[in-house]
């Protein structure tokens, strides 16, 4: 189980998921922190952290396969923390599941998606229905970003090759330009054996 992590300030690369992937609680609520670490960390590499704030700090340190995001903290909440970590391309497309005691409001569903939420959990909350949901999600995002690692090492793959052909392309066009003149001397001998009298 893993609590609050020193900083070490943002990685140019971020690390890969370990055995266990990484899920990121958000909670202002000790106790609420420590039954979602309780319920996840047998399947789960956890970190937690009690400020939205502190949250962007960590998402742009380490990879996260789920973030479990609090609705009400103090500072900054949920709904602009989500929109914040939908700004930043380390967490554009990490799932957030808000956890919320409060607000089952239609008006703050909504609002939650728009911000960025992927689902919502409400106090109380079933510890089956938890472990199913991050489980759910983090092999979603797992499949979903080796995707996009084949889709940059085919990228990379395809610039590769257009580099190498740009780089022949002058050796190219001399040898075109040199099979023109034989041609055109073949053509010339051609000719002008067409004209020699027998």
């Known amino acids: 189980m893993f609590s609050e992590v020193g900083s070490t300030g943002p990685s140019d690369t971020m690390t890969p998921q370990?055995?266990?992937?990484?899920?990121?609680?958000?909670?202002?609520?000790?106790?609420?922190?420590?039954?979602?670490?309780?319920?996840?960390?047998e399947n789960f590499t956890i970190f937690s952290t009690h400020s939205g704030r502190r949250a962007i700090?960590?998402?742009?340190?380490e990879e996260f396969a789920v973030i479990l995001l609090d609705v009400r903290m103090p500072d900054m909440d949920g709904f602009e923390t989500a929109e914040r970590l939908r700004k930043l391309d380390q967490t554009k497309f990490t799932p957030i599941i808000f956890t919320s005691a409060f607000d089952r409001t239609m008006t703050q569903l909504t609002r939650g998606y728009v911000a960025g939420a992927t689902d919502f959990l409400f106090s109380p909350v079933d510890p089956s229905l938890l472990r199913l949901k991050v489980a759910t999600y983090a092999q979603i995002y797992l499949r979903n970003e080796a995707l996009r690692l084949q889709i940059h090492q085919l990228t990379v793959s395809l610039q590769l090759v257009q580099a190498e052909m740009a780089k022949h392309a002058p050796a190219e066009e001399a040898l075109k330009a040199h099979i023109q003149e034989l041609e055109t001397a073949i053509a010339e001998l051609s000719r002008q054996t067409d004209l020699a009298p027998f």
């Not at 370990?18 to 960390?41: C, G, H």
């Open 57 to 61: 700090d960590l998402v742009q340190e």
């Open 18 to 41: 370990p055995s266990k992937p990484r899920v990121l609680i958000v909670d202002d609520t000790s106790s609420n922190r420590f039954a979602f670490e309780s319920v996840l960390q």
